[in-house]
């Protein structure tokens, strides 16, 4: 019964995640050895201005992060 | 302290979600006896161009998945 | 196909997860007008170590805090 | 590598969370000595009507919850 | 940046979940155009005692759950 | 009424997760002017074997990843 959640940045279209949904569910189904029918595979979308690495939000180049220390 | 998560298809109204929140507050609450006040309930939508089973997405009637191997 | 996630604290014994998972599915069931059959109830402990609220952790009362200013 | 998630109610500015995500990310590499560029920290907006405490709704004064039996 | 979590039941060894990650990192460079540094695969196992469809738990056949209606 | 969720590697003491716990409910209350009352903080640790970034698990040097194809 695997769930799979996929969280990215947005703007991908739906054919590149029905390829990732599909190969998702072969691998699972294969190397898990589960029934297709009962593997989720769901995307969420995380703005760029929702998600920061090293201190640094991804969608907004014009921000001015403060000081990160390490 | 529970912290209750719904994941779930769109379109709900909020009568519905109002119903569902008490009786899964009134159940958590009297089953693992702590108190209502700190019962959270929390909905989530999933699109259904977001969520596949089966490699097939829930909300899309037109899609046509690539095969899916079992 | 509502997926629900119960956060909780440990100690719960399975005939309590029972009743909730059984009640939950029956109100999201009923409200949501789903098949019972896709309706998934897991639970998931979260250790008093690791879960502060206020800046203190639930599970050790010899935890003394540092100061948490408001 | 540790990743932060931070669920709250809607309305919070770009340059509170740039705050926020400086002083999680600085904290972190600090005290669980990992490298800052590691560290994600991510916002999710949870609307006040997907958001029961005690069977009521954040979001909404004018809803009337159905009755809290503990 | 994507990040791919995957909850299922336990027992999966190491080489499967090995070969799970591969192919979903491949997958999502190739479809997603994102670098392969930057995605992150994390299996979360959920016991079958805590893990219920339909009202029943996955994990133990004995278990006689309380009657679900709908 | 924020709730934070800090996903790691396992090994943090106890110690540390007071300083991070304390620092994290400071920040959110200030920056999002919340009730401290109001702020969870919970840690979850994933171990090496579980966490794979790039195709490799982060907790087994000895593991030899299928080819990654980008």
């Known amino acids: ?11 991908r279209g739906q ?13 699972l189904a294969r190397e898990f050895e589960v029934d297709a029918a009962h593997i989720y595979v769901m995307f969420s979308e995380v703005a760029g201005g929702d998600w920061a690495v090293a ?8 921000t001015k992060p403060a000081k990160v220390t390490s």
């Open 1 to 11: 019964m695997p769930i799979v959640k996929i969280e990215m940045l947005p703007g």
């Open 15 to 27: 054919e590149a995640k029905q390829k990732v949904a599909t190969e998702i569910t072969n691998v």
């Open 55 to 62: 201190g640094r939000f991804l969608g907004d180049p014009s």
